[in-house]
Protein backbone atom coordinates (compact mmCIF):
# COMPACT_ATOMS: atom_id res chain seq x y z
CA UNK A 1 0.00 0.00 0.00
CA UNK A 2 1.01 3.40 -1.00
CA UNK A 3 2.53 5.82 1.90
CA UNK A 4 -0.23 7.94 3.47
CA UNK A 5 0.98 11.54 2.80
CA UNK A 6 -0.25 15.32 4.62
CA UNK A 7 -0.62 17.98 2.79
CA UNK A 8 -0.71 21.29 4.88
CA UNK A 9 -2.36 24.53 2.56
CA UNK A 10 -4.05 21.19 0.11
CA UNK A 11 -6.74 23.42 -0.94
CA UNK A 12 -4.38 26.16 -2.34
CA UNK A 13 -3.38 27.02 -5.87
CA UNK A 14 0.09 24.89 -5.38
CA UNK A 15 -1.22 22.85 -2.97
CA UNK A 16 -4.28 21.64 -4.77
CA UNK A 17 -2.20 21.09 -7.94
CA UNK A 18 0.09 18.69 -5.81
CA UNK A 19 -3.09 16.94 -4.04
CA UNK A 20 -4.42 15.74 -6.73
CA UNK A 21 -0.67 15.12 -8.34
CA UNK A 22 -0.77 12.43 -5.38
CA UNK A 23 -4.01 10.83 -5.91
CA UNK A 24 -3.45 10.41 -9.81
CA UNK A 25 -0.41 8.30 -8.33
CA UNK A 26 -2.39 6.41 -6.16
CA UNK A 27 -1.24 7.68 -3.03
CA UNK A 28 -3.63 8.44 -0.02
CA UNK A 29 -3.83 11.87 0.61
CA UNK A 30 -4.96 13.65 4.10
CA UNK A 31 -5.79 17.84 3.11
CA UNK A 32 -5.39 19.94 6.34
CA UNK A 33 -6.18 23.81 5.28
CA UNK A 34 -8.38 26.42 6.78
CA UNK A 35 -9.35 27.79 3.19
CA UNK A 36 -8.56 31.52 4.16
CA UNK A 37 -7.14 31.32 0.54
CA UNK A 38 -7.69 28.12 -0.27
CA UNK A 39 -10.85 26.29 -2.12
CA UNK A 40 -12.19 23.04 -1.49
CA UNK A 41 -13.93 23.01 -4.64
CA UNK A 42 -10.18 23.08 -6.20
CA UNK A 43 -10.44 19.40 -4.82
CA UNK A 44 -13.88 18.79 -6.26
CA UNK A 45 -13.01 16.36 -9.12
CA UNK A 46 -11.09 14.06 -5.78
CA UNK A 47 -13.00 15.08 -2.85
CA UNK A 48 -14.17 11.03 -2.72
CA UNK A 49 -10.29 10.39 -2.69
CA UNK A 50 -9.40 12.69 0.08
CA UNK A 51 -9.83 13.50 3.27
CA UNK A 52 -10.13 17.34 4.04
CA UNK A 53 -9.48 18.66 7.23
CA UNK A 54 -10.05 22.24 7.49
CA UNK A 55 -7.95 23.98 10.38
CA UNK A 56 -5.61 26.09 10.83
CA UNK A 57 -2.10 25.02 11.53
CA UNK A 58 -1.82 27.62 14.40
CA UNK A 59 -4.27 25.19 16.59
CA UNK A 60 -2.35 22.35 17.81
CA UNK A 61 -4.94 20.73 19.12
CA UNK A 62 -7.10 20.50 16.04
CA UNK A 63 -3.68 19.28 13.95
CA UNK A 64 -2.56 16.54 16.20
CA UNK A 65 -6.38 15.60 16.29
CA UNK A 66 -5.46 14.08 12.57
CA UNK A 67 -5.85 9.95 12.91
CA UNK A 68 -4.16 7.44 11.90
CA UNK A 69 -0.43 6.79 10.52
CA UNK A 70 1.32 9.31 8.27
CA UNK A 71 4.26 8.71 6.18
CA UNK A 72 5.28 12.41 4.65
CA UNK A 73 3.89 15.75 4.99
CA UNK A 74 4.42 17.88 2.43
CA UNK A 75 3.99 21.72 4.27
CA UNK A 76 2.86 24.44 1.81
CA UNK A 77 0.27 26.34 4.78
CA UNK A 78 0.97 29.93 4.70
CA UNK A 79 -0.34 33.89 3.77
CA UNK A 80 1.04 34.39 0.26
CA UNK A 81 0.19 37.27 -2.21
CA UNK A 82 2.77 40.89 -2.00
CA UNK A 83 0.02 43.11 -1.20
CA UNK A 84 -0.20 40.49 2.32
CA UNK A 85 3.37 40.83 3.04
CA UNK A 86 2.70 44.37 3.58
CA UNK A 87 -0.86 44.76 5.38
CA UNK A 88 -0.36 40.79 7.77
CA UNK A 89 3.43 40.79 8.56
CA UNK A 90 2.29 39.60 12.01
CA UNK A 91 -0.02 36.97 10.57
CA UNK A 92 2.29 35.52 8.16
CA UNK A 93 5.63 34.89 10.90
CA UNK A 94 2.94 33.31 13.47
CA UNK A 95 2.09 30.71 10.43
CA UNK A 96 5.52 30.59 9.89
CA UNK A 97 6.99 29.57 13.22
CA UNK A 98 3.69 28.62 15.81
CA UNK A 99 2.25 26.86 12.73
CA UNK A 100 5.47 25.25 11.75
CA UNK A 101 6.40 24.10 15.36
CA UNK A 102 2.87 22.73 15.29
CA UNK A 103 3.42 20.43 12.24
CA UNK A 104 7.04 19.59 13.52
CA UNK A 105 5.22 18.52 16.67
CA UNK A 106 2.69 15.92 14.82
CA UNK A 107 5.78 14.68 12.99
CA UNK A 108 7.26 13.51 15.78
CA UNK A 109 4.72 12.18 17.67
CA UNK A 110 3.55 10.33 14.52
CA UNK A 111 7.10 9.61 14.00
CA UNK A 112 6.82 10.74 10.42
CA UNK A 113 9.74 9.76 7.65
CA UNK A 114 9.77 12.05 5.18
CA UNK A 115 8.88 16.05 5.35
CA UNK A 116 9.03 18.08 2.15
CA UNK A 117 8.67 21.79 3.08
CA UNK A 118 7.69 24.71 0.28
CA UNK A 119 10.08 27.90 0.90
CA UNK A 120 9.80 30.36 -1.91
CA UNK A 121 12.37 32.75 -3.96
CA UNK A 122 11.66 35.13 -1.72
CA UNK A 123 14.60 33.69 0.61
CA UNK A 124 16.54 35.25 -2.03
CA UNK A 125 15.59 39.12 -1.75
CA UNK A 126 18.02 41.27 -3.75
CA UNK A 127 20.45 38.16 -4.70
CA UNK A 128 24.21 38.84 -5.57
CA UNK A 129 24.11 36.62 -8.63
CA UNK A 130 21.55 35.99 -11.15
CA UNK A 131 20.32 33.42 -12.33
CA UNK A 132 20.42 32.29 -8.40
CA UNK A 133 21.57 29.16 -7.70
CA UNK A 134 20.39 27.49 -4.20
CA UNK A 135 23.45 28.68 -2.13
CA UNK A 136 23.20 31.95 -2.37
CA UNK A 137 23.03 33.88 0.69
CA UNK A 138 20.24 34.59 2.73
CA UNK A 139 19.43 37.68 4.17
CA UNK A 140 16.52 39.75 5.58
CA UNK A 141 18.37 43.47 4.54
CA UNK A 142 15.57 45.45 6.75
CA UNK A 143 13.96 43.87 10.11
CA UNK A 144 11.19 47.15 9.81
CA UNK A 145 10.11 46.80 6.35
CA UNK A 146 7.05 44.52 6.37
CA UNK A 147 8.00 42.95 2.73
CA UNK A 148 10.60 40.93 4.61
CA UNK A 149 7.70 39.38 7.28
CA UNK A 150 7.47 36.53 4.24
CA UNK A 151 10.52 35.85 3.02
CA UNK A 152 12.21 36.11 6.47
CA UNK A 153 9.70 33.37 7.90
CA UNK A 154 10.67 31.04 5.31
CA UNK A 155 14.40 31.52 5.89
CA UNK A 156 13.18 30.76 9.75
CA UNK A 157 11.10 27.79 8.79
CA UNK A 158 14.18 26.47 6.37
CA UNK A 159 16.25 26.95 9.39
CA UNK A 160 14.62 25.02 11.93
CA UNK A 161 13.02 22.33 9.51
CA UNK A 162 16.81 20.96 8.56
CA UNK A 163 18.06 20.88 12.19
CA UNK A 164 14.58 19.57 13.54
CA UNK A 165 14.85 16.92 10.67
CA UNK A 166 18.39 15.68 11.83
CA UNK A 167 17.24 14.59 14.61
CA UNK A 168 13.84 13.06 14.11
CA UNK A 169 13.49 12.61 10.29
CA UNK A 170 14.49 9.98 7.79
CA UNK A 171 14.45 12.63 4.81
CA UNK A 172 14.12 16.62 5.02
CA UNK A 173 13.79 18.31 1.48
CA UNK A 174 13.48 22.21 0.68
CA UNK A 175 11.72 23.41 -2.44
CA UNK A 176 11.92 27.04 -3.79
CA UNK A 177 8.70 27.99 -5.72
CA UNK A 178 9.67 30.93 -8.31
CA UNK A 179 6.66 32.85 -9.79
CA UNK A 180 4.50 30.12 -10.19
CA UNK A 181 1.52 30.85 -12.65
CA UNK A 182 -1.60 29.13 -13.82
CA UNK A 183 -5.53 29.21 -13.67
CA UNK A 184 -7.96 30.27 -10.54
CA UNK A 185 -4.99 31.80 -8.94
CA UNK A 186 -5.35 34.30 -6.54
CA UNK A 187 -5.29 37.91 -7.55
CA UNK A 188 -2.32 39.24 -5.10
CA UNK A 189 -0.42 37.32 -7.74
CA UNK A 190 1.11 39.85 -11.03
CA UNK A 191 -0.19 37.34 -13.54
CA UNK A 192 -3.86 37.12 -12.93
CA UNK A 193 -3.78 40.88 -11.47
CA UNK A 194 -3.00 42.21 -15.10
CA UNK A 195 -5.59 39.82 -16.66
CA UNK A 196 -8.58 41.10 -14.32
CA UNK A 197 -7.14 44.44 -14.54
CA UNK A 198 -7.08 44.52 -18.45
CA UNK A 199 -10.36 42.86 -18.74
CA UNK A 200 -11.70 45.74 -16.64
CA UNK A 201 -10.05 48.30 -17.79
CA UNK A 202 -12.42 49.41 -20.94
CA UNK A 203 -11.73 52.17 -23.34
CA UNK A 204 -8.93 53.46 -20.73
CA UNK A 205 -5.12 53.11 -22.34
CA UNK A 206 -3.49 53.98 -19.27
CA UNK A 207 -2.27 50.94 -17.27
CA UNK A 208 -0.52 51.33 -13.52
CA UNK A 209 2.41 49.27 -13.22
CA UNK A 210 4.17 50.04 -9.98
CA UNK A 211 7.70 50.43 -10.64
CA UNK A 212 9.98 51.25 -13.46
CA UNK A 213 8.53 48.38 -15.62
CA UNK A 214 12.20 47.18 -16.01
CA UNK A 215 12.01 44.59 -12.71
CA UNK A 216 12.72 41.07 -14.19
CA UNK A 217 10.51 38.06 -13.14
CA UNK A 218 10.88 34.34 -14.36
CA UNK A 219 7.44 32.73 -14.22
CA UNK A 220 7.06 28.87 -14.38
CA UNK A 221 3.05 27.92 -15.60
CA UNK A 222 1.58 25.24 -12.48
CA UNK A 223 2.22 22.13 -15.05
CA UNK A 224 5.87 22.78 -15.28
CA UNK A 225 5.79 23.03 -11.53
CA UNK A 226 4.04 20.08 -10.94
CA UNK A 227 6.73 18.30 -13.35
CA UNK A 228 9.50 19.82 -11.26
CA UNK A 229 7.68 18.79 -7.94
CA UNK A 230 7.48 15.03 -8.88
CA UNK A 231 11.35 15.05 -9.69
CA UNK A 232 11.88 16.10 -6.19
CA UNK A 233 9.33 14.14 -4.68
CA UNK A 234 10.77 11.36 -6.53
CA UNK A 235 14.38 11.86 -7.03
CA UNK A 236 15.58 14.74 -4.96
CA UNK A 237 17.88 14.11 -2.17
CA UNK A 238 17.95 14.30 1.62
CA UNK A 239 18.78 17.72 3.08
CA UNK A 240 18.95 18.74 -0.40
CA UNK A 241 17.57 22.73 -1.64
CA UNK A 242 16.05 22.80 -5.02
CA UNK A 243 14.44 25.93 -7.23
CA UNK A 244 11.77 25.16 -9.09
CA UNK A 245 11.27 27.97 -12.11
CA UNK A 246 12.40 28.85 -15.16
CA UNK A 247 15.09 30.55 -16.73
CA UNK A 248 12.39 32.22 -19.48
CA UNK A 249 13.55 36.02 -18.03
CA UNK A 250 10.73 38.85 -18.88
CA UNK A 251 10.27 42.49 -17.95
CA UNK A 252 7.30 43.55 -15.86
CA UNK A 253 6.45 45.99 -18.89
CA UNK A 254 7.20 43.37 -21.69
CA UNK A 255 4.75 40.94 -19.54
CA UNK A 256 1.82 43.74 -19.29
CA UNK A 257 2.78 44.01 -23.30
CA UNK A 258 2.42 40.30 -23.69
CA UNK A 259 -0.83 39.92 -21.85
CA UNK A 260 -2.81 43.60 -23.60
CA UNK A 261 -1.45 41.78 -26.88
CA UNK A 262 -3.43 38.46 -26.12
CA UNK A 263 -6.36 40.46 -25.12
CA UNK A 264 -6.72 42.97 -28.18
CA UNK A 265 -6.08 45.81 -26.13
CA UNK A 266 -3.48 49.06 -26.68
CA UNK A 267 -1.99 50.85 -24.10
CA UNK A 268 0.15 53.28 -22.26
CA UNK A 269 1.85 52.65 -19.21
CA UNK A 270 1.37 54.86 -16.16
CA UNK A 271 4.42 54.27 -13.88
CA UNK A 272 4.59 54.56 -9.96
CA UNK A 273 7.33 54.13 -7.33
CA UNK A 274 8.43 50.58 -6.71
CA UNK A 275 7.53 48.94 -3.34
CA UNK A 276 9.88 49.17 -0.48
CA UNK A 277 12.27 46.09 -0.40
CA UNK A 278 10.70 44.80 -3.83
CA UNK A 279 13.76 43.10 -6.08
CA UNK A 280 14.88 44.42 -9.44
CA UNK A 281 15.68 41.32 -10.48
CA UNK A 282 14.58 37.02 -9.83
CA UNK A 283 15.87 34.35 -12.23
CA UNK A 284 16.88 31.32 -10.80
CA UNK A 285 19.35 29.02 -11.28
CA UNK A 286 17.64 25.71 -11.97
CA UNK A 287 20.90 23.58 -12.35
CA UNK A 288 20.26 20.84 -9.87
CA UNK A 289 16.11 20.30 -11.10
CA UNK A 290 17.06 19.69 -14.56
CA UNK A 291 19.67 17.23 -13.34
CA UNK A 292 16.51 15.28 -12.15
CA UNK A 293 15.31 15.49 -15.12
CA UNK A 294 13.56 18.49 -15.22
CA UNK A 295 12.35 20.31 -18.69
CA UNK A 296 10.40 23.46 -19.08
CA UNK A 297 7.48 22.44 -21.38
CA UNK A 298 5.26 25.90 -21.12
CA UNK A 299 6.65 29.28 -22.36
CA UNK A 300 5.00 32.05 -20.73
CA UNK A 301 3.04 33.36 -23.91
CA UNK A 302 1.45 29.77 -23.80
CA UNK A 303 0.70 29.40 -20.69
CA UNK A 304 -0.64 32.87 -20.12
CA UNK A 305 -3.07 31.22 -23.76
CA UNK A 306 -4.26 28.66 -21.57
CA UNK A 307 -5.20 30.98 -18.77
CA UNK A 308 -7.57 33.09 -21.10
CA UNK A 309 -9.18 29.74 -22.81
Known sequence: MKQKILVTGGSGFIGSAITKHLVKDKYRVIVFDNNSRGKSRRLKEIKNKVKFIKGDIRNKKKLLSIKGKVDTVIHLAYVNGTKFFYKKPYEILDIAVNGLLNVLDL????????FYLASSSEVYQNPFKIPTDEGEM?????VHNPRYSYGGGKIISELYGIHFAKKFLKKF???RPHNVYGKDMGNEHVVPEFINRFKKLGNKKKFLIYGTGQEVRSFIHIEDFISGFDKVFKKG???EIYNIGTNEKIRISQLAKLIAKLLGKSIQ???TKILKGSPSVRC??????????????????DGIKKILK
Open 284 to 301: PNIKKIKKLGFKQKIRLK
Open 173 to 175: IIF
Open 138 to 142: LKIPD
Open 237 to 239: KNQ
Open 269 to 271: FKK
Open 107 to 114: CRKKKVKN
